[in-house]
């Protein structure tokens, strides 16, 4: 990051936040928590709901006039100019089941005065806290991107063939999204399509060069908002799948570390035109075959 911490406006104060955030999660964790569910395989935990009023009480006493967005629901000041989307615990399922990849994800948002409601101003701050591994991801929009306050930068990689990528799959309409084509396209194209779990780490994965892309269909602004920044503050991109401007509501994200992004852009548009897939068997013909190998 260009400058010393102690220059920046928002960070300081939201890494605090996304701390003490990140302890209540490890102590909820370490007890476990009952899932609950909010629809089809859509979970939520007490866990969540008492880290998002956490989250919400400590943004508004550091700064008062800012809106916050968050995923259990809060709703407050959204008039304002500054704006932040929050997830309090991203990573829901992973979190449910003991299974120890998930974040904290605040993203600050500045919306000029007039700006109509469903458009987007810019993403001017961005922390991700791991509690788990005591990571966290900080930018401020045009100050670079750090991790445990080291500068960090995304990876040189320049094909797809020697790429390490993520994605995810949503938990509502499942059965609406062709995602499994892409991962499956994906896979067979790179060293491997990894789905942790928490859509807000993959992108700090990006930004820190653990991971060459990620992309998922339908995400929320409240997971995509500070991993956005994050990306582009380590020197990455972030577009949708057409290679146009990202949008917190364009439910497309596809985020790289910019040297392979044509190639993905180019990828997503020869799939979504039903060319250039790669033939695998089905179950079906792969029995046959097998019974085949057996009967000699
Ligand atoms: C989920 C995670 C996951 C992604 C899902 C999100 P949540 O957020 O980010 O990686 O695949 O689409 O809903 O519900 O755990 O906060
Ligand atoms: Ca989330």
């Given at each position: 990051?260009?400058?010393?911490?102690?220059?920046l406006?928002?960070?300081?104060?939201?890494?605090?936040i996304?701390?003490?955030?990140?302890?209540?999660?490890?102590?909820?964790?370490?007890?476990?928590?009952?899932?609950?569910?909010?629809?089809?395989?859509?979970?939520?935990?007490?866990?969540?709901?008492?880290?998002?009023?956490?989250?919400?009480?400590?943004?508004?006493?550091?700064?008062?006039?800012?809106?916050?967005?968050?995923?259990?629901?809060?709703?407050?000041?959204?008039e304002?100019?500054?704006?932040?989307?929050v997830?309090?615990?991203?990573?829901?399922?992973?979190f449910?089941?003991?299974?120890?990849?998930?974040?904290?994800s605040?993203?600050?948002?500045q919306?000029?005065?007039?700006?109509?409601?469903?458009?987007?101003?810019?993403?001017?701050a961005?922390?991700?806290?791991?509690?788990?591994?005591?990571?966290?991801?900080?930018?401020?929009?045009?100050?670079g991107?750090?991790?445990?306050?080291?500068?960090?930068r995304?990876?040189?990689?320049?094909?797809?063939?020697?790429?390490l990528i993520?994605?995810?799959?949503?938990?509502?309409?499942?059965?609406?999204?062709?995602?499994?084509?892409?991962?499956?396209?994906?896979?067979?194209?790179?060293?491997?399509?990894?789905?942790?779990g928490?859509?807000?780490?993959?992108?700090?994965y990006?930004a820190?060069?653990?991971?060459?892309?990620?992309?998922?269909?339908?995400?929320?602004?409240?997971?995509?908002?500070?991993?956005?920044l994050?990306?582009?503050?380590a020197?990455?991109?972030?577009?949708?799948?057409?290679g146009g401007?990202?949008?917190?509501?364009?439910?497309e994200?596809?985020?790289?570390?910019?040297l392979?992004?044509?190639?993905?852009?180019g990828l997503?548009?020869e799939?979504?035109?039903?060319?250039?897939?790669?033939?695998?068997?089905?179950?079906?013909?792969?029995?046959?075959?097998?019974?085949?190998?057996a009967?000699?």
């Amino acid at each position: 990051m260009s400058g010393s911490a102690a220059d920046l406006v928002w960070v300081p104060e939201a890494s605090a936040i996304a701390r003490e955030a990140g302890a209540r999660l490890r102590e909820f964790f370490a007890h476990g928590v009952e899932t609950e569910y909010k629809g089809d395989v859509d979970l939520v935990t007490v866990a969540d709901r008492t880290v998002e009023k956490l989250i919400r009480t400590r943004l508004a006493e550091a700064f008062p006039e800012h809106g916050v967005y968050g995923e259990v629901g809060t709703r407050e000041r959204m008039e304002g100019e500054f704006r932040w989307y929050v997830d309090p615990l991203d990573g829901t399922t992973n979190f449910a089941h003991g299974f120890p990849q998930f974040s904290v994800s605040l993203g600050l948002e500045q919306r000029p005065a007039g700006i109509a409601p469903g458009q987007d101003g810019r993403i001017v701050a961005a922390v991700i806290y791991d509690p788990m591994r005591d990571e966290l991801y900080a930018a401020e929009r045009g100050r670079g991107a750090q991790v445990n306050g080291k500068p960090m930068r995304v990876s040189r990689i320049e094909e797809l063939a020697e790429s390490l990528i993520a994605t995810g799959f949503p938990s509502r309409k499942r059965h609406d999204s062709p995602n499994v084509h892409f991962y499956h396209e994906f896979t067979l194209r790179s060293h491997g399509v990894r789905r942790a779990g928490s859509a807000a780490l993959d992108l700090a994965y990006v930004a820190s060069g653990r991971l060459e892309a990620f992309w998922e269909f339908n995400l929320n602004p409240w997971d995509t908002a500070a991993g956005f920044l994050l990306v582009e503050e380590a020197g990455g991109r972030v577009t949708d799948f057409a290679g146009g401007p990202f949008q917190l509501n364009s439910r497309e994200v596809l985020a790289s570390n910019g040297l392979i992004h044509a190639e993905l852009v180019g990828l997503f548009q020869e799939m979504f035109a039903g060319r250039n897939l790669a033939p695998i068997p089905t179950p079906r013909e792969f029995a046959e075959r097998r019974a085949a190998r057996a009967a000699g």
